[in-house]
C-alpha cells in the first residue's frame, strides 16, 4: 500500500532518454495524476525556494548566475564527479521533494498518481509507491535522442549514458517494464493495455462532459477533449485551418500527444477551432490555437481557455502561459476579458514559470499570462 490513502502511486523510473516523460503524459492522458520529482529539485533550489540559502552554504557564491540564481551547470560539475558532493546536495534538495510531492498527492483528485524521477530506486519515495515501472531504450536510441532532440554532441551524450547506472539495475527492480524503442503508437499500446490490465479496476476516468454555449444564429459550440484516437481528425484541422503553413501527419499528431493534450471546438458537431497546450512543473502552456475564419473571438477563446484553466486547475497549475501570433495577439481586449495580459519572460519573476517560457516559446509569437493559483508548492517557509 502507498502511503497515501485511497491514491495507488506509480513510481516511474528509467535512464536518460527512455522516454519516462512520454509515458507519464501518456498515463496522464489515461486518468492519472503526473508528478516529475526531478523539476521539484530543480524549483527546491531556485532563489525564491527554501532549498537555495541551504545551497549556497553548502557550495558557495561561486554556482550562481548573474541573475543570483543557483546555475545548475556549474553544480552539476561539482556534484556529478564527486559521489560525496552529491549526498550533500541530496540532503538539501530530497526532503524538500518529499514535502512537495506530499502537498500535490493529497491535492491532487485523481486515485492513480505517477511519480517519475529518474534516481527513484534510490530515494525513499520508493517506499511510497505501489508499482514500480521503468523505460527501457536501446543505448543507440538513446543516443540518437540526446543528440537531435537535446543538441548534445556525440561524445557529450556517450559521456552521459555512460556515467548512469546500467538498465539492467532499475530493470530488475520493476514491476512493468515499458519497452520505448519503436513509434509512439507502439509505447502507447503497451501503456494502454498495462492500464487496463493492472489500473481499470482502480479508477474509472470519465472525462468532464462539455457544456454547450448557444450562439444565436450559429447553432452551438462546445468544447471536447481530443484523444489520440483523434489524431488523424487534428492533423487534418490544423493543415486546413492554418492554410497550408503547417502540414502535419497522424504520427505528428501521435507523437504531440507525448507532450501535450488537445481540445476541439465544435459547432453543430462539426470542429471548427482547436488549442495544444502542455503541463509541465505546475506550468500550463498553450501554443497552438487554430479557428475557423470569421470565428466570433470574443464567443470562441473563452470556452477553450476555460477549459484548459479547469484542467490545469485539476492538474494543480499555478500559472498559465498563452502564446500568440501577433495578428491574434492584438485583440487585447480579449485576453484581457479572459484574464490574461502580455509578459516578457523576465517580468514572470517565479524561475520555474520563466523557465517553462523560454523552454517553448514559439519563434515570433507573443507570450500572454495569467496566474490560477497563489499558493506555490515551493514558496519559502
Known amino acids: 500500500m502507498s502511503a497515501w490513502p485511497g491514491k495507488y502511486v506509480i513510481g516511474l523510473t528509467g535512464n536518460i532518454a527512455t522516454g519516462k516523460s512520454v509515458v507519464r503524459k501518456m498515463l496522464e492522458h489515461l486518468g492519472s495524476y503526473g508528478i516529475d520529482a526531478d523539476a521539484l529539485g530543480h524549483r527546491a533550489i531556485a532563489k525564491d525556494a527554501p532549498g537555495y540559502q541551504p545551497t549556497l552554504g553548502e557550495f558557495g557564491k561561486w554556482i550562481l548566475g548573474p541573475d543570483g540564481q543557483i546555475d545548475r551547470a556549474k553544480l552539476a560539475r561539482v556534484v556529478f564527479n564527486d559521489p560525496e558532493a552529491m549526498k550533500r546536495l541530496e540532503a538539501i534538495v530530497h526532503p524538500l521533494v518529499r514535502q512537495a510531492t506530499d502537498v500535490l498527492i493529497r491535492r491532487a483528485k485523481e486515485k492513480v498518481i505517477v511519480l517519475e524521477a529518474i534516481k527513484l530506486l534510490e530515494s525513499p519515495l520508493r517506499q511510497g509507491c505501489d508499482a514500480i515501472w521503468v523505460t527501457f531504450s536501446p543505448p543507440e536510441v538513446q543516443l540518437g ?105 497522424h504520427e505528428d499528431v501521435m507523437a504531440a500527444f507525448g507532450e501535450k493534450a488537445f481540445l476541439f471546438l465544435k459547432m453543430d458537431s462539426k470542429p471548427v477551432g482547436l488549442v495544444g497546450w502542455q503541463v509541465e512543473n505546475l506550468v500550463s502552456r498553450t501554443d497552438d490555437v487554430y479557428l475557423e475564419a470569421g470565428l466570433s473571438l470574443p464567443k470562441a477563446m473563452p470556452l477553450l481557455m476555460e477549459e484548459v484553466e479547469r484542467a490545469s486547475r485539476d492538474l494543480q497549475c499555478e500559472a498559465s502561459l498563452l502564446f500568440l501570433p501577433p495578428g491574434l495577439a492584438q485583440q487585447a481586449e480579449v485576453w484581457r476579458m479572459i484574464g490574461y495580459e502580455p509578459r516578457t519572460i523576465q517580468a514572470l519573476g517565479v524561475r520555474a514559470w520563466q523557465e517553462a517560457a523560454a523552454e517553448k516559446a514559439p519563434s515570433g509569437q507573443v507570450m500572454l499570462f495569467k496566474q490560477l493559483r497563489k499558493d506555490r508548492v515551493m514558496r519559502p517557509i
Open 145 to 249: 535522442r540526446l543528440m537531435q532532440k537535446r543538441g548534445m554532441t556525440e561524445d557529450a551524450a556517450l559521456q552521459r549514458i555512460k556515467t548512469q547506472p546500467s538498465q539492467e539495475e532499475k530493470l530488475s527492480s520493476a514491476d512493468i517494464i515499458i519497452r520505448n524503442d519503436g513509434s509512439f503508437e507502439n509505447t502507447w499500446r503497451q501503456v494502454s493495455t498495462f492500464w487496463q490490465q493492472e489500473l481499470a479496476a482502480i479508477v474509472a476516468f470519465e472525462p468532464t462532459p462539455p457544456l454547450p454555449v448557444a450562439v444565436a444564429g450559429k447553432g452551438e459550440m462546445l468544447v471536447e477533449r481530443a484523444r489520440p484516437r483523434h489524431a488523424s481528425e487534428i492533423a487534418a484541422l490544423i493543415n486546413r485551418l492554418s492554410g497550408g503553413q503547417r502540414r502535419l501527419t
